[in-house]
T-cell receptor, first 115, second 111 residues
Framework: DTGVSQDPRHKITKRGQNVTFRCDPISEHNRLYWYRQTLGQGPEFLTYFQNEAQLEKSRLLSDRFSAERPKGSFSTLEIQRTEQGDSAMYLC?????????????FGSGTRLTVV | QQPVQSPQAVILREGEDAVINCSSSKALYSVHWYRQKHGEAPVFLMILLKGGEQKGHEKISASFNEKKQQSSLYLTASQLSYSGTYFCGTEEKGGGNKLTFGTGTQLKVEL
């Protein structure tokens, strides 16, 4: 297993365009998380899935953001009508349901720049 | 509200020790610690589940005071490779299995 993969690594888009990011978690991990990180800040929670069910979405997240995890495997995060404030690193992480000894494994992230 | 970490930044000479603190205003189920190097993803260091539990490896360990909702990360005999930004991630009781990350502590180890 090569860890958590995210695609693309970088995305530059014009304001108002839609973008979609993909995350492939570690295959045996049943929890998948999306976080957003801006320069100098800690990762900010967006949403998470257990298998294919979306269990929680941040109240701070606007309706322009949507995420899916069909069949409990890979996940996509879509941002509609992008704004300059959406520019950030979008991190995906996965973990086992059994949290006793396992933390999150993060992907390398997708850096979004809205111009 | 995110956990508050202190100090915000620290510079060490190789071989020196450091303590990074994480304080939350919420009742916690667990605390995670991660290290992030510039331009890279955060890397998991350890998780603490029980009040008073202290875990770690040879030179990096942590403690969790459940009553005070605080955790501390101890780095001893620091090495150049310890440089990076350290984040605590807290899991709130009844808050679902998601982490709220702290404000971060930048650590730089110099020769």
């Amino acid at each position: 297993d090569t860890g958590v993969s995210q695609d693309p690594r970088h995305k530059i888009t014009k304001r108002g365009q839609n973008v979609t990011f993909r995350c492939d978690p570690i295959s045996e991990h049943n929890r998948l998380y999306w976080y957003r990180q801006t320069l100098g800040q800690g990762p900010e929670f967006l949403t998470y899935f257990q298998n294919e069910a979306q269990l929680e979405k941040s109240r701070l997240l606007s309706d322009r953001f949507s995420a899916e995890r069909p069949k409990g495997s890979f996940s996509t995060l879509e941002i509609q009508r992008t704004e300059q404030g959406d520019s950030a690193m979008y991190l995906c992480a996965s973990s086992l349901l059994d949290r006793l000894n396992y933390g999150y494994t993060f992907g390398s992230g997708t850096r979004l720049t809205v111009v | 509200q995110q956990p508050v970490q202190s100090p915000q930044a620290v510079i060490l000479r190789e071989g020196e020790d450091a303590v990074i603190n994480c304080s939350s205003s919420k009742a916690l189920y667990s605390v995670h610690w991660y290290r992030q190097k510039h331009g890279e993803a955060p890397v998991f260091l350890m998780i603490l589940l029980k009040g008073g539990e202290q875990k770690g490896h040879e030179k990096i360990s942590a403690s969790f005071n459940e009553k005070k909702q605080q955790s501390s990360l101890y780095l001893t005999a620091s090495q150049l490779s310890y440089s990076g930004t350290y984040f605590c991630g807290t899991e709130e009781k009844g808050g679902g299995n998601k982490l709220t990350f702290g404000t971060g502590t930048q650590l730089k180890v110099e020769l």
